[in-house]
């Protein structure tokens, strides 16, 4: 649903709940998260927006404050359905070309679903877990990357600690491809969740880039675990870096 109403006396907008019925079959959970994402002004800016998901103002979040994506630069998108990152991502690198004085970019989203086209935008549907996949991603790159960003998730299994294990897991698969992908100064960005099983990663990215940041930007949600982390300027590739 769109934005908010005018009141009776016309004098300005005041956003009003949305509830939801029970339905016959719909189980409370489904009726909550259908509640909130009705009431969310995310979810409701992205509508109004044309934007593909509420997600999108997380990287664009991300993004203002650390500046990562640049005209003419190259990014690969890990988990990119339903395509909110790459969205922003390609405006901002000039992927279409729109912009003839500016450097033209390159983005390449990955997904296990299928994700809807858009201009200026490479799709792969695979999983990238999958025995070759990288070597996949890297040959329809055709070359190196400036930046790898990775939003992909698991299922979640309600168990806090199994589900932070198994994003950690995908963390871990993000930042080999990236450290085998990137140019030296290149940026990683990674969807995590707070926990205690990150601090192996951790030293690896401290070792591996020259800053490694935590953030967290106003379109998660508050009472989401989830983080992200910006590791930038990577030093580059050497024996001595796992």
């Known amino acids: 649903m769109s934005g908010g109403e005018k009141g009776d006396s016309g004098r300005g907008q005041r956003h009003l709940f949305t509830r939801v019925k029970t339905a016959k079959g719909r189980k409370l959970s489904s009726k909550n998260w259908l509640q909130r994402q009705l009431n969310d002004p995310y979810v409701k800016r992205a509508n109004a927006e044309n934007r593909r998901s509420r997600a999108a103002f997380k990287i664009s979040e991300i993004d203002d404050k650390f500046k990562f994506f640049k005209p003419g630069v190259r990014v690969v998108d890990l988990g990119c359905a339903p395509g909110g990152w790459c969205q922003i991502a390609s405006e901002r690198v000039n992927s279409t070309g729109e912009f003839k004085k ?141």
Do not use: W
């Open 102 to 242: 500016r450097a033209q970019g390159t983005v390449l989203g990955v997904d296990l679903q299928f994700v809807d086209p858009m201009a200026g935008v490479t799709l792969m549907q695979l999983d990238f877990l999958d025995e070759g996949a990288d070597a996949l991603v890297k040959e329809a790159l055709g070359g190196s990357a400036d930046v790898v960003l990775s939003d992909m998730a698991a299922s979640s299994t309600g168990h806090r600690q199994t589900d932070h294990l198994r994003i950690m897991a995908l963390c871990e698969a993000a930042l080999l491809f990236a450290h085998e992908t990137l140019t030296p100064g290149g940026v990683f960005v990674a969807k995590m969740l707070r926990g205690g099983a990150d601090q192996e990663l951790m030293t690896q990215l401290r070792r591996d880039f020259t800053t490694v940041r935590h953030y967290k930007p106003g379109a998660s949600r508050a009472d989401s675990a989830e983080i992200f982390i910006v590791a930038q300027g990577f030093r580059g590739n050497s024996d001595d870096l796992s």
